[in-house]
């Protein structure tokens, strides 16, 4: 059976949150589990957390420029076969950060084959009128498998040990080889330039600011994923009658509540103008991002839950409308290109952010301190204030070069 229409977009979409599965298992038990175990820093934790996007980083140039010559789905099935065996293998094998890390990687380049080949063999089977809100729930689905990979790993952590959360989440990936070898094949079209030549992206200032838009949003977002367990057990050991919720619910919840931000988010970029939209929501989320650092020292847990929560509806109330105009601003000859350099850019940045918070907070005093937490927070809201400056000069007209002049 060969999948088509709605059915493809469902299909893909579970497969994606198959694939995301494994995605936070590291940052899900990394506070009580793995810095204890092996006696990390904030640093060195923050560095084995990143170590994903890192590996993501560096092969997603290679493998989503490919689409733009071979079928996406056959990368997206070798990726998402990679993604699960690796972190089955973190689960026998990791011992230590070094170890942690290199396989985290591993299995960051696995899901580079996945995430964005995943998008673009979505977007070569659908028509020009179904691809903005087509992208965007794809997109969004993120969260929801992000929300389950951190309520999966850390039940399974807690009830069978820290291995169990690599063991249980890894087979997830499987779900999307399933809806990959369900597609249909498409060609694509002919290719412009060279595999690694992103010349015709860089000169595309629209796709460029939403590209460096992205990167400031994933800064923040992976900032906050990394870290959202370990500080809300910061706030649960300060308050320990009154915490309200588990670090396990909090996790949850700001994951899934992801998922209709970024639908909403990108419906209200329709209406009122992406790089309008973009802008109020990542100025939002920096004064939201730099309000939890200034309480967390003093403010009580219902302030501070309240505050979370509209996080978790600032931040990723961008990454739609961010994402649907990077596709819709790319030209048709080198939209994996595009697509690479977006995620290459944003999966960069989203390892600055993980590792940037450990460092901030061990610079702060440690993920003990509210000074620790303060400096993390504060660094994350000047991170995503780029994003805004980024859609401004992607806007700008460039200047004009002497022999451009009128009478030059």
């Not at 501070?304 to 739609?320: C, E, H, Q």
């Amino acid at each position: 059976m060969r999948l088509s229409g709605r059915g493809l977009v469902a299909a893909m979409c579970l497969g994606q949150i198959g694939n995301l599965l494994p995605h936070v298992a590291v940052p899900a038990i990394m506070a009580q589990h793995l810095m204890p175990l092996w006696g990390l820093s904030a640093s060195e934790a923050g560095l084995m957390a990143s170590s994903f996007a890192v590996g993501y980083m560096l092969a997603v140039p290679v493998l989503t420029t490919l689409t733009d010559r071979i079928d996406a789905r056959l990368v997206l099935i070798a990726g998402s076969a990679v993604s699960c065996l690796a972190t089955i293998a973190f689960g026998l094998f990791a011992d230590g950060v070094v170890s942690a890390s290199l396989i985290w990687a591993l299995a960051g380049i696995g899901f580079a084959g996945a995430y964005m080949p995943g998008l673009k063999a979505l977007t070569d089977r659908l028509g020009p009128g179904d691809a903005s809100r087509s992208v965007t729930l794809y997109t969004a689905c993120f969260s929801f498998g992000v929300g389950l990979s951190f309520l999966i790993a850390q039940l399974a952590a807690d009830r069978w040990g820290w291995r169990a959360a690599f063991l249980v989440t890894g087979p997830g990936a499987l779900v999307m080889v399933a809806a990959a070898l369900a597609l249909a094949p498409v060609r694509p079209a002919p290719a412009a330039g060279g595999l690694l030549d992103f010349k015709p992206v860089v000169g595309n200032r629209p796709a460029m600011g939403y590209i460096l838009g992205y990167g400031a949003h994933c800064f923040e977002l992976y900032g906050v994923r990394t870290w959202i367990v370990a500080f809300w057990a910061f706030v649960a050991g300060r308050h320990a009658e009154g915490a309200i919720l588990e670090p396990v619910t909090v996790s949850v919840i700001v994951a899934v509540m992801a998922m209709p931000a970024s639908i909403i988010g990108n419906e209200c970029a329709i209406r009122f103008g992406r790089h309008r939209a973009i802008a109020v929501f990542m100025t939002t989320s920096a004064v939201v991002g730099a309000a939890i650092g200034i309480a967390a020292g003093w403010g009580p847990p219902a302030l501070l839950l309240g505050l979370v929560l509209l996080y978790a509806v600032t931040v990723p109330a961008d990454s739609g409308a961010l994402t649907s105009g990077m596709a819709a601003s790319a030209a048709p000859q080198s939209r994996g290109a595009t697509m690479a350099l977006h995620s290459t850019v944003g999966f960069g940045l989203s390892a600055a952010g993980a590792w940037g918070m450990g460092v901030a907070l061990d610079a702060g005093g440690g993920p003990g301190t509210a000074s620790g937490w303060l400096a993390g927070f504060l660094l994350l809201a000047a991170g995503v204030l780029l994003g805004p400056l980024a859609l401004w000069w992607s806007r700008a007209r460039p200047a004009r070069s002497p022999a451009q002049k009128p009478g030059g």
